[in-house]
Nanobody, 124 residues
Framework: QVQLVEAGGGLVQAGGSLRVSCAASGFTFKLYGMGWFRQAPGKEREFVADVSTSVGATYYGDSVKGRFTISRDNAKSTVYLQMNSLKPEDTAVYYC?????????????????WGQGTQVTVSS
C-alpha cells in the first residue's frame, strides 16, 4: 500500500522559513522522481519543485525559484521542501507527489502518487 505522509506545515510570518517533509512507503522510493505541488483556495494546482532519482537533479516552478529547495534522502525514503523568504501568496495546501523515473516532470499527469497534503499559511 503506497503512502505519502506530509508533515511540518503550519503558520509562519512573511519572510520566515518552514520545512515540510514527506515520508514515503509502499514503493521503491529511489526509483521515483519526487516533488511538490500546491493549491490555494480558488486557484489552480501549481507545480512547486521536483527532484530526480539517482543524481538528484532539481527543478522549480518560477514563483519559488531562489527561495525554495527540494531534497531527498533515499535511505529514509523521505523528500523535503525547505521554504525561505515566505510570502503570503505561498499560502496553500502542499502536496507530496511521486512519478516514475523518466516521466515528464512538472506535469501533474506524470505523478502517480499523491499525498493528502499539509497546510502552509503565511501571514503578512
Amino acid at each position: 500500500q503506497v503512502q505519502l505522509v506530509e508533515a511540518g506545515g503550519g503558520l509562519v510570518q512573511a519572510g520566515g522559513s518552514l520545512r515540510v517533509s514527506c515520508a514515503a512507503s509502499g514503493f521503491t522510493f529511489k526509483l521515483y522522481g519526487m516533488g511538490w505541488f500546491r493549491q490555494a483556495p480558488g486557484k489552480e494546482r501549481e507545480f512547486v519543485a521536483d527532484v530526480s532519482t539517482s543524481v538528484g537533479a532539481t527543478y522549480y516552478g518560477d514563483s519559488v525559484k531562489g527561495r525554495f529547495t527540494i531534497s531527498r534522502d533515499n535511505a529514509k525514503s523521505t523528500v523535503y521542501l525547505q521554504m525561505n523568504s515566505l510570502k503570503p501568496e505561498d499560502t496553500a495546501v502542499y502536496y507530496c507527489v511521486g512519478r516514475r523515473s523518466g516521466s515528464r516532470r512538472s506535469e501533474p499527469a506524470s505523478y502517480v502518487y499523491w499525498g493528502q497534503g499539509t497546510q502552509v499559511t503565511v501571514s503578512s
